[in-house]
Structure formats: structure tokens, C-alpha cells
């Protein structure tokens, strides 16, 4: 089955490292012409982006800060499921 995306996904990217920041942002806009609207380093900045810029999906590293648990909890419980703009968050934490 071949799916069509109509609408360009906005994406945030936090994680530690500028150089993974970057990768990760060229090689999405670059394959997948979706629009990286913000990157930052810290749980702190995983917070203010998801509250201001409300991104479709925000890719948050484990090494964000040591309370990257409880920042998707009140990212996820402070989004409306039924609402489009709720973000979808990916992690690989433990």
C-alpha cells in the first residue's frame, strides 16, 4: 500500500549534540521535504518548543537531561489526543 502525506510535518529535534541536531535535520528535509521548525539541547527546550511552536512530531534524545521521562509525560498529558496538533513523540529511552 502506498501512502501519500499531503500536509509537510513539523518537526522538532532535541538532543545534546549540535552535530546529530543537524544530520537529523538535513536528512529530513532533505529525504522527506518536512520542515525541521526548531532544535534544542535541553528538556527545558523540549518543553518551551512543544508549548509555543506545537511541532506534528518532536524527536527527544534520552541525553537531554536526566528528567526526560517526566518532560514527555507533561509534553504528552498537556496535548490534546483528538487534537491535529498534538505532537508525536519519538525516544529510545530505557
Do not use: W, Y
Not at 22 to 29: I, K, N
Amino acid at each position: 500500500m502506498n501512502l501519500k502525506i499531503s500536509a509537510q510535518l513539523r518537526i522538532a529535534i532535541i538532543n545534546e549534540l549540535p552535530l546529530f541536531r543537524d544530520g537529523t535535520a538535513a536528512a529530513l528535509t532533505t529525504a522527506s521535504k518536512h520542515g525541521v521548525v526548531a532544535q534544542g539541547a535541553t528538556t527545558a527546550d523540549a518543553k518551551r518548543i512543544a508549548a509555543s511552536l506545537k511541532p506534528d512530531l518532536m524527536v527527544l534524545a534520552c541525553e537531554a537531561g536526566a528528567d526526560t521521562i517526566e518532560t514527555i509525560q507533561t509534553i504528552v498529558a498537556s496535548s490534546e489526543p483528538s487534537n491535529p496538533s498534538s505532537p508525536a513523540i519519538t525516544h529510545s529511552c530505557p
